[in-house]
Structure formats: structure tokens, C-alpha cells
């Protein structure tokens, strides 16, 4: 048997003819889980599951069972998968160790198939200990849609982060939605800057430009930055870097923000706005709030893909022809 040991987010490919592949998983303290949606042909017994006639791209991805709505803190994940080659010589992936505990779901690996092979992708098992649940939640939906984009490598930016203190945000934005936008960002950055610079500017003029050392000092902003009785934006915006992308952290955009001569703007808002300046917007608002909580990552992956695009200045690949694509390997193997 040839064993394999792949890392996070490393690939092994095979050829798609006759592609068999089955998937033991192993939880430690025996923790009970479900297996999320598949769309090709499978079958579970136990710990393995069976796969086999793949199209396009998927992922597998596991949750607790019905007994419990989070892993248990502390529970780790432990998978390989079983192939075999053209010569019949079966092969053995070894996946890294998941670090798996308070989270609702998690994805595992990804398949990603050609005319010709199929790509088995590790899921990602980097650093996500240094976020809270909410954020990690976050980076792992984004994640996930950068993985099913077959990008190995996210484009970085370094980052200003542009936090509106002034009374308006006082009155408007409750210490429970200011700390969701925090985690979202955080979750967000924790990728899309990771490796960059990430400079603080707030409303006022009172407050100093910070570098922050990590996209996890964004999380701590909402325990240690508090309103202002200020009205309107004070600070001088002149010294943001004009090659930085900007996240503005408000209730509204400020017109000062709308004719900053950087490219990549994002507004997190509290509210919905009322004109449209052609910059890309998320509102924090109940459903997304409620995603956050329960950790739910495809409610989570479409606005946290949009912010990391506007960002990174990302164009996402076309889709693939999954129609045109089934009819060639139907062809070919038959």
C-alpha cells in the first residue's frame, strides 16, 4: 500500500475512469456525526463512506448528530481516503489532524473533477484556533467557496479598517450588531489580509492611526473601542494609503469614504444604506446575526465571499459546464 500524508489544502490527483474512492472518518471520544449533502453517487456504512462517479465540483463536509448542534470542545478529527491507481495498487490519503470542537459543521475535503482527473483537496486546518467560533465560522464558509473555485492561493491585501465612533453609531448600532460586524471582518481578514499590513483609523480625529499585528485584534475592537460624542467624520483620510483596501465598520458610508481614490472599498453596515454609490455592502442585519450564532456557513459563505472579493479585487472563475461536462464522461466511458 502506498500511504500518502497530505496537508492542509494539498491536492492529489487521479484519473477520473473507474474512481472509487472510501473515506474513513474517526472522532476522538467516539462523538456521533452526519455527513452533509453529496451530489454523486455514495454510500455510508459506519465510518466509511463510499464514493464513486463524481461531477464537477463538491465537497464533503460533517456535523454533529442529531443528539448535539456543535462538536464537543476539544474533539479532533482524524480522516483518511482509500483509492486505487490505474495498476490496481489500492493508495492511502492521509489527511491532517481537524481541530474540530464548538464547531456546527466542517468541510473535509474537497473533489474537484476534469475531463480527465479528479483533484482530492485536504480541508484546511490552519490557525482557525485563534478565532472565536463566530469568526472561525466565517473564514471557514469563505473558505470553502474559494476551495470550490479551485484557488489554491487567496489573493492577500494589506487593509485599512475605517470605524465610524460618532454618536449616529451610538444611537443606531446596539454593542451586540457592532460585535457581529467585528467577528464577520474578522473571520473575512483573517484570509483576505493575513500576511499584510491592517492599519486602524476611526472617525475621530482624537484617535491616533494603529497597526494592528493580526486580523484577531479586529475581534477585540468591540470591547475596547466605544462611541464618541462627535458628529459626522473628523479624522483626516488623507492618510490612508491610496494602494490600501478600505472596510468601513458604520452605520451609513460617509461621502468622505465615497471619494477616497482607492479602488477596493467594502462598507459592514449596520443599516441598510439609503443610496446606492456603487460600493459593495454588507448589512449586518438579523439573518446574518442569527448565521453567526449557529455557525451556519452556507448562509454565511455568499456575503463573506462578496466582501472578500470586493477586498482583494478577486473576479471569481466562470462556473463550469457541469452538463456538457457529464455528457463527455458518459461518452467516454461507455
Known amino acids: 500500500m502506498n500511504i500518502i500524508r497530505l496537508d492542509s489544502g494539498q491536492s492529489f490527483e487521479v484519473p477520473i475512469q473507474g474512481f472509487e474512492a472510501h473515506i474513513e472518518f474517526d472522532l476522538t471520544g467516539g462523538t456521533g456525526f452526519e455527513i452533509d449533502r453529496i451530489p454523486m453517487d455514495h454510500n455510508r456504512r459506519g465510518k466509511v463512506l463510499a464514493l464513486r462517479n463524481p461531477i464537477g465540483n463538491s465537497e464533503i463536509s460533517i456535523k454533529p448528530d442529531h443528539t448535539r448542534s456543535e462538536f464537543p470542545s476539544d474533539t479532533q478529527l482524524f480522516v483518511s481516503v482509500s483509492l486505487q491507481n490505474a495498476t490496481g495498487e489500492e493508495i492511502r490519503l492521509d489527511l491532517p489532524t481537524f481541530d474540530i470542537g464548538g464547531l456546527r459543521t466542517f468541510p473535509v475535503l474537497g473533489i474537484f473533477t476534469t475531463f480527465e482527473k479528479v483533484r482530492l483537496q485536504a480541508g484546511d486546518a490552519n490557525t482557525d484556533s485563534s478565532l472565536d467560533v463566530f469568526s472561525s465560522a466565517v473564514r471557514s464558509a469563505l473558505r470553502r467557496t474559494l476551495d470550490l473555485d479551485g484557488v489554491a492561493e487567496p489573493p492577500r491585501t494589506a487593509v485599512t479598517v475605517l470605524v465610524d465612533i460618532s454618536a449616529s453609531m451610538k444611537f443606531s448600532t446596539s454593542h451586540d450588531v457592532f460585535d457581529a460586524m467585528c467577528a464577520f471582518a474578522t473571520g ?10 491592517i492599519r486602524l483609523l476611526t472617525s475621530s480625529s482624537s484617535r491616533l492611526m494603529e497597526m494592528l499585528e493580526s486580523p484577531e485584534a479586529i475581534r477585540a475592537l468591540s470591547s475596547r473601542i466605544t462611541p464618541a460624542r462627535e458628529v459626522g467624520w473628523n479624522v483626516d483620510l488623507a492618510q490612508i494609503d491610496p494602494e490600501d483596501a478600505v472596510l468601513v465598520l458604520s452605520d451609513d458610508l ?81
Do not use: C, Y
Open 188 to 197: 473575512v481578514l483573517s484570509t483576505a489580509s493575513q500576511g499584510s499590513s
Open 254 to 334: 460617509p461621502i468622505e469614504v465615497v471619494n477616497l481614490p482607492n479602488k477596493k472599498v467594502h462598507l459592514l453596515s449596520s443599516r441598510k444604506p439609503l443610496v446606492d454609490h456603487g460600493i459593495s455592502v454588507t448589512h449586518v442585519d438579523a439573518k446574518l446575526i442569527e448565521a453567526l450564532k449557529v455557525q451556519d456557513l452556507k448562509k454565511l459563505a455568499i456575503p463573506a465571499r462578496a466582501m472578500f472579493d470586493a477586498l482583494t479585487g478577486w473576479t471569481p472563475p466562470p462556473a463550469p459546464d457541469l452538463e456538457n461536462q457529464q455528457l463527455a464522461t458518459e461518452k467516454k466511458s461507455s
